[in-house]
């Protein structure tokens, strides 16, 4: 049983600047494709950062280019996104996912759920 333990989420005025942290912990952590998705108050949950099972390739949603940035740290079992920039529009529950699917964007492609973190930025 694999299971993923987010945190890190806020209450920021936009252009702050959060890091988000996810704990995965029951099997080895460097096998498995990470992931970040959020999801908005009756919006479908979408993609915002993929990473490879070494670190070594990234992926991210259009709207999220250049502002966050996600890593990993296969010793300590952890996920993290950086998040700058931050706009009322990123505002959202986000989830941490692992899968085994490369190059995974969609949630069906994740075997494994986090319970999600939630970010509220205001304008």
């Known amino acids: 049983q694999v299971q993923l333990v987010e945190s890190g989420g806020g209450l920021v005025q936009a252009g702050d600047s959060l890091r988000l942290s996810c704990v995965v912990s029951?099997?080895?952590?460097?096998?498995?494709?990470t992931g970040w998705f959020r999801q908005a108050p009756g919006k479908e949950r979408e993609f915002v950062a993929g990473i490879s099972r070494s670190g070594g390739s990234t992926d991210y949603t259009y709207s999220v280019k250049g502002r966050f940035t996600i890593s990993r740290d296969n010793a300590k079992n952890t996920v993290y996104l950086q998040m700058n920039s931050l706009k009322p529009e990123d505002t959202a529950g986000y989830y941490c996912a692992a899968g085994a699917v490369a190059t995974a964007t969609t949630r069906y492609q994740y075997d494994y759920w986090g319970q999600g973190t939630k970010v509220t930025v205001a304008s």
């Open positions: 029951g099997r080895t952590f460097s096998r498995y494709v």
